[in-house]
Nanobody
Framework: QLQASGGGMVQAGGSLSVSCAAS????????MGWFRQAPEKEREFVAA????????NYADSVKGRFTISRDNAKNTVYLQMNSLKPEDTAVYFC???????????????????WGQGTQVTVSS
């Protein structure tokens, strides 16, 4: 089970952090990812992190502004979002790729477990 939290509203240029707490499985051995879905748009990849936290992958649209990290002792994955833009407004979902083995996939179908999402709204 994945539980996302920490969303909210912020002005453009501001920062926000979202978290994803995992329970019930050995998520510490899974690659983890963040995706987002804006109204009337398809869900898109944001960032991924390897099971060890040693490797990351980012969508070009967030590279240099967002940072994904994890704390396996706490079974939690984080997404720090800086320099937010109105186009970052979306529901953010965390997901787990049990077969990842550090492949850091951007493909939705390779993530077997999903959280419920948390709303992030960036005002201009």
């Amino acid at each position: 089970q994945l539980q996302a939290s920490g969303g909210g509203m912020v002005q453009a240029g501001g920062s926000l952090s979202v978290s994803c707490a995992a329970s019930g499985r050995t998520f510490s051995s899974y690659d983890m990812g963040w995706f987002r879905q804006a109204p009337e748009k398809e869900r898109e990849f944001v960032a991924a992190i390897s099971w060890s936290g040693g490797s990351t992958n980012y969508a070009d649209s967030v590279k240099g502004r967002f940072t994904i990290s994890r704390d396996n002792a706490k079974n939690t994955v984080y997404l720090q979002m800086n320099s937010l833009k109105p186009e970052d407004t979306a529901v953010y979902f965390c997901a787990a790729d049990p077969n990842g083995k550090s492949r850091l996939s951007s493909r939705i179908y390779e993530y077997a477990y999903w959280g419920q999402g948390t709303q992030v709204t960036v005002s201009s």
